[in-house]
């Protein structure tokens, strides 16, 4: 008797990409680095719910050039590999700024509006760090409610991704996010975060929805 073929496959159509890269310890600039976000520190911090953000927001446009650097390769390689725009497209980074999160606070859900893809470089993440981000279908699957035995990719709501210090996590600006609470007694949790735009043409003239961004 013919057995029955159990092979079967699940395909992650439409996913929600989360670009993450280690920076080496040989590329940092360790003494200038530090000053360079002392000094953007020191310049003023603004609260916000639950954290605190620098009241510099443009801090790529004059400090830590070497780091700027490398969030702009890894962008390139985020666009060729997840966008793949038949034009030629220049993604660049509009707003940078200087997130502190002391001990007990963490990062309401969030969005970034007016940015395509979005980036977070962790300074100094805090043991056992994570950043949570939330499916934007949850209203729509959740009009029909099953209770899971075991979440995974395919039936959460909101899933964490494991964080350490000088990794860099880029994903689409409209998702939305949050920072888990900073469990440690007396350190601080330090990120960079920063937007992005991009100038060349968009969609096509012959369909009638060409946009030219200089």
Not at 172 to 181: D, E, F, L
Request: net charge negative; charged share 25%.
């Amino acid at each position: 008797m013919k057995q029955q073929n159990d092979t079967f496959e699940i395909a992650p159509i439409f996913p929600c990409p989360v670009y993450r890269a280690h920076r080496d310890s040989s590329l940092l600039v360790k003494e200038e680095e530090s000053k360079d976000i002392n000094d953007i520190i020191e310049g003023g911090i603004s609260k916000n719910e639950g954290n605190h953000y620098s009241t510099n927001s443009h801090i790529f446009n004059t400090k830590l050039k070497k780091l700027k650097e490398f969030c702009e390769e890894h962008l390139k390689m985020y666009v060729k590999e997840i966008i793949d725009p038949k034009e030629e497209i220049d993604f660049y980074i509009t707003q940078s700024w200087v997130n502190v999160t002391n001990p007990g606070g963490s990062h309401h859900i969030h969005s970034h509006a007016n940015s395509i893809i979005s980036g977070v470089f962790y300074i100094g993440a805090v043991e056992d760090d994570k950043i949570y981000f939330y499916n934007p279908n949850a209203i729509l699957k959740n009009r029909i409610e099953i209770k899971q035995k075991e979440y995974n990719y395919w039936n959460s709501d909101s899933w964490f991704m494991p964080v350490a210090t000088n990794q860099l996590l880029l994903f689409p600006s409209w998702v939305a996010h949050s920072v888990a609470k900073n469990k440690k007694q007396t350190t601080d949790r330090i990120s960079i975060s920063f937007n992005t735009f991009a100038k060349g043409a968009l969609g096509e003239k012959d369909t009638l929805n060409e946009l030219i961004l200089e």
